[in-house]
């Protein structure tokens, strides 16, 4: 799950809440119509999709809010843990969908029924497949599903995904304040990127497959610096990479060269924004980076 998915899954959550709700508020009726009935209320229309693959989107969420807020994600991983929620919504969905089947065929066979002794089998065939106990609530096949667990569990999990996504998103503006220089030659920037890529194609020393990753790096480098706002956290981070590479097989120094200037240019400018009173003025070169 990426952090741009995060709303959509609180959005399907939300869904599925308003549908079990409202299956609890009208249990009774359920005792007798059975199951499948629900999935004609417009609430089911608008949880069905979000049914599918929830405890996927849920795993991902758990290993998401690991990496924004690791207070989130305990609690997260703990809900998740103990009330059976994915595994509940799974189980509903499922029977839900059996109950619906079954209604269908129950209603086929009392049409194609011919004498009142098959209406009555069918009748009762119905009513024996639809497990249902007065004082224990909705039963379907062999398991209880405890709405109100899940219910509960999702009332929690709700408002604790939307904290990951303000977290990330306090996140994120806190980073950006810390690296977002204002100064920056974004041409000259380019014209290091653009000279690496000419470099790159080239050189007779690097192999196809290294030769069209490092390409790849370099103009999604070249795409992002076109941006109004680019994202200089990821152009720095791909420019080390590509010098990284470069380093390792130390068949291009001229391209290792235009990558650490265009390196220093950005940190240094970015350093001086933030820290101008603290960093003295330079007479000598940054030092290279160093390659491991």
Known sequence: MEIHEVQGFVDSM?????FLSEL???ESELRYSGLGGSKL???YEDAKDSFE?????LYELIRLSRFVDKDLYKRISDIAASSGIAEGITQISVSVRISEIRRERD?????AATSLLDIFVAVSASILKTSIVKDRGIF????DVSLSEILVGLSRLIPLTEEVLQAYNKKKLGDDEVFKPANIDIDSIHLYVQNTIGIVKENPGLGPDTKEKLLEYLEDIRLE???ETPKWKTIVGALVIVSTILGGLAVAPQAIENIQNAVTEILGTSIEKRYPHSVPERETALPNLIMT
């Open 53 to 57: 693959g929830f405890d996927r989107h």
């Open 41 to 43: 209320w417009e609430s």
């Open 140 to 143: 379907f096949t062999d398991f």
């Open 14 to 18: 939300k869904a599925i809440e308003s």
């Open 107 to 111: 209603i086929a066979f009392r049409k």
């Open 24 to 26: 609890a508020a009208r």
């Open 225 to 227: 610096l076109a941006k």
